[in-house]
């Protein structure tokens, strides 16, 4: 059975020995890095299967980084490991392009569930992803190429939105648990995820505003419900 490949971007030393050396007696195939600027080098030729990126890197951050990968591969999950604890950091990281947040310091078992997650999800998405548009009323939504396309204009949607919304709609017309959204996306319903969840139901709300016939409402205590009228 083949490797899950994985590019390890971390420029602490001793963090880095400790990681590599669990994962991979974990069965897992690691390529470590420190530079931030030989990483897209190294992603291109390594062809990873998943990327854990530290965010303080020297010469460029992991924010820079994940927002090169996603440019040329809108699915490879990318977990980002950091001491960072601020609520506008994370949402800066998912709104990059980031399936999932660790903070410093962490446990390799919590490591190892966040990968597997990542994995599962992208393997699942993979494979019903639909590769034409969808019509939602006066939008046309891509969700291959994370676009959103109202009267010829096109707006670009990050990664998670992009999940989002069509999470939203896939669900239509019945209401969908905060907790479900946040399983499903984020991997887990903590406080800053709620909090970054709400961020990115405002946004997806701005974006929608031309059509009155789309709402996303809240069914306070409970969730979200999309409708389509």
Known sequence: MKKVKILYVEDETLLAKIVKESLE??????????????VI?????????????????????????????R?????????????KTQTSDLVKGFHKGANDYIRKPFSMEELIVRIEN?????????????????VMGGYLFNPHRQTLTHNNEEKKLSFRESELLRLLYENRERII???????????????FNSRTLDVYITKLRGYLKKDPALEIITVKGFGYRFVLE
């Open 25 to 38: 007696s974990r069965d897992y195939e690691v390529v470590l890095e420190s530079d931030g600027a030989d």
């Open 118 to 134: 990542a994995l599962r999800y992208r393997n699942e998405q993979n494979a019903a992803e639909p590769k034409d548009a969808i």
């Open 41 to 69: 080098t190294q992603f291109h030729n390594v062809k990873p299967d998943i990327c854990i990126l530290d965010i303080m890197l020297p010469n460029k951050d992991g924010f820079t980084i994940a927002g090169e990968i």
């Open 71 to 83: 440019q040329s591969d809108i699915s490879i999950p990318i977990i980002f490991l950091t001491a």
């Open 177 to 191: 648990d905060r907790k479900d959204i946040l399983n499903v996306l984020w991997g887990s319903d903590s406080f």
